[in-house]
């Protein structure tokens, strides 16, 4: 059986940061699927590494 996400609500806007789970890989209900990091932290950790590349 397949089941398809066609949309997920997040309280702010982000961006995964992490998969939990391989493609294929059967998964059970409430399964922690992805993390989502907060737009700001991710733009936060960007700017970081390009600093240090610098």
Not at 10 to 21: E, M, Y
Not at 36 to 41: D, H, I, K, L, P
């Amino acid at each position: 059986m397949t089941n398809v996400i066609n949309a997920i609500e997040s309280p702010f806007d982000g961006i995964v940061s992490a998969f939990f789970f391989e493609a294929g890989e059967l998964v059970s209900d409430g399964m922690l699927l992805a993390e989502v990091e907060a737009a700001v932290e991710a733009a936060e950790a960007e700017s970081a590494k390009t600093e240090e590349t610098a």
